[in-house]
């Protein structure tokens, strides 16, 4: 049974190098992020960020950045990583 993070299943539909067991306990985000020629996820080249100027409007390295659900990242302030929602999480 899949969880709210993507956990529980694999999202692979071609091939994968990476263990049944890993695929099923890591985040969809970090499945999608993986090259097809290593997880196919049919997902393109990965997931995207969702910060401005294609991820440079933020500190947070790229590859977390297309790992993380979009929940995640849209709760950052906008100080740390800008999506351009106005500061982030509530406080």
């Known amino acids: 049974m899949q969880n709210e993070h993507g956990q529980g299943v694999s999202h692979a539909t071609g091939g994968s190098k990476v263990p049944d067991t890993v695929q099923q306990k890591a985040p969809q985000g970090l499945e ?4 097809n020629k290593v997880h196919d996820t049919g997902s393109g080249t990965g997931r995207q960020t969702h ?3 294609g991820g440079d409007a933020s500190i947070v390295p790229k590859p977390l950045q297309k790992a993380v659900p979009e929940k995640l990242e849209r709760a950052l302030p906008d100080s740390i990583h800008d999506t351009g929602d ?6």
């Open 32 to 35: 999608e992020s993986l090259p």
């Open 51 to 53: 910060a401005k100027d």
């Open 86 to 91: 106005h500061g982030g999480a509530k406080h």
